[in-house]
């Protein structure tokens, strides 16, 4: 098994708003504990106003207003040392995301520049981060590295404009593999993609996996795309990681109630009946409910379940679930 290269305890990364003299704290991320290894694409997977960009924000140390760090501690394995990125300076933190991490926010427009080609956009990145060569060297490392990718050389001739919204977020995941980081973070890279060009980024980001063999961590709700990239799945619920295993597990075997909703919720081949999906709103991560934060809408509530969080049991070997209904068994 290979080692540890990204580790959150206890994380808590909450939203602290203050809205015409009134106080808001929006818990979206409330103790999280995470383990993901070298080489490895980990999924993170939940319904939308979960806390998946806020994790992926809180995992990269980006905790800018009105985000605050509540608690807890996140650790980069360096050359052999736990690094915790909380502890670091803030040129030191830049440093380290240079040569260590890159991120791929939600939207290509967040990063590409709609009035300079792309070739400027990734001559501008080289250049912050290259020393000791010319612009013509540059830009022959931006063509190397696009060709390699199995991307036309003529994308870094184009305005962002003149690219297609599939082709735009190839180009942002290429540029965010431009250093070889050990980690890429890739927050919802297929949203508002069709399913063929979703194919073609999936195929884009598995590539960049093989060919670096550094770690991918994916959020993204689609169970489908998961079910093709990641090796292991994290199911997020309000703010909390409830259930950890295997892509196969996580399929073959939904142990926690809200992920059998949302595997039982995937069409399938053949069958044209009503898919059922998870009863019931989302809770409000402002005042999330006592307990089991899922228990609200689960059909299978304990007594226990409203008044205490479960901590992960592990009823199979590499398996985990926040659920009291394993730990009656």
Request: glycine share 8%; charged share 20%.
């Amino acid at each position: 098994m290979n080692g540890t290269i990204l580790r959150a305890e206890q994380l808590q990364a909450f939203y602290v708003l203050d809205m015409f003299g009134t106080r808001r704290v929006v818990k979206a991320v409330n103790g999280v504990n995470l383990e993901i290894r070298e080489n490895e694409v980990y999924g993170i997977a939940g319904e939308s106003g979960c806390g998946k960009t806020t994790l992926l924000k809180a995992l990269y140390g980006a905790m800018d207003p009105p985000l605050r760090l509540i608690g807890g501690r996140v650790f980069y394995r360096v050359n052999g040392q736990d690094v915790d990125i909380f502890s670091l300076r803030p040129n030191e933190l830049k440093q380290l995301r240079w040569e260590y991490i890159s991120y791929v926010p939600q939207g290509s427009m967040s990063v590409l520049n709609p009035v300079i080609k792309i070739k400027e956009t990734y001559r501008d990145f080289l250049e912050s981060h290259v020393r000791g060569k010319t612009r013509d060297e540059i830009f022959e490392m931006a063509k190397e590295h696009i060709a390699a990718l199995g991307l036309p050389p003529t994308v870094l001739e184009a305005y962002p404009h003149q690219l297609s919204g599939g082709m735009r977020q190839r180009v942002t995941i290429a540029l965010a593999a431009l250093l070889k980081p050990r980690i890429m973070i890739a927050d919802e890279p297929t949203t508002a993609l069709d399913v063929v060009v979703q194919r073609g980024v999936i195929q884009l980001l598995k590539g960049i996996q093989e060919s670096l063999g550094n770690t991918i961590i994916l959020v993204t709700h689609d169970m489908g795309v998961q079910a093709n990239v990641a090796d292991r799945i994290g199911i997020m619920y309000a703010g909390r990681i409830v259930e950890e295993a295997s892509v196969e597990e996580i399929f073959g075997n939904p142990l926690h109630p809200y992920t059998w909703y949302l595997i039982n919720s995937l069409p399938r081949f053949g069958d044209k009946g009503m898919r059922e999906s998870v009863p019931g709103s989302p809770p409000s991560l402002i005042t999330p409910p006592s307990g089991c934060p899922f228990h609200p809408r689960c059909p299978h509530t304990r007594p226990i379940c409203r008044e205490q969080m479960p901590s992960f049991f592990e009823p199979v070997a590499h398996h985990k679930v926040a659920c009291w209904l394993m730990g009656e068994g």
